[in-house]
């Protein structure tokens, strides 16, 4: 069992920078894949950054260039940096976990960008 608890969101000007950071408890943190999503008001969950199973990193084509995800194995965290913030960057944002063929999910940070 993989216990995530997200920090970092809160409310940001546009243009502006946060660092969300998730802590997972209870699995071997190096052997877990770990990614983040996000969740807009009267919108599908969608994939923002990600950890591939080789090891490299995946990125939603809206954040490239602005979002950075990594990782700490020592500290069993994962971050995403969110850097030059829109608007439409506002959502919850989801730690996500999978480890087999388990998933486990976060309870979600809101991130909020005002314009």
């Known amino acids: 069992q993989v216990q995530l608890v997200e920090s970092g969101g809160g409310l940001v000007q546009a243009g502006g920078s946060l660092r969300l950071s998730c802590v997972a408890s209870?699995?071997?943190?190096?052997?877990?894949?770990m990614g983040w999503y996000r969740q807009a008001p009267g919108k599908q969950r969608e994939l923002v950054a990600t950890f591939t199973s080789g090891g490299s990193t995946d990125y939603a084509d809206s954040v490239k260039g602005r979002f950075t995800i990594s990782r700490d194995n020592a500290k069993n965290t994962v971050y995403l940096q969110m850097n030059s913030l829109k608007s439409e960057d506002t959502a919850v944002y989801y730690c996500?976990?999978?480890?087999?063929?388990?998933?486990?999910w976060g309870q979600g940070t809101q991130v909020t960008v005002s314009s």
């Open positions: 996500r976990a999978s480890q087999f063929t388990t998933v486990y």
């Open positions: 209870g699995g071997r943190f190096s052997l877990i894949r």
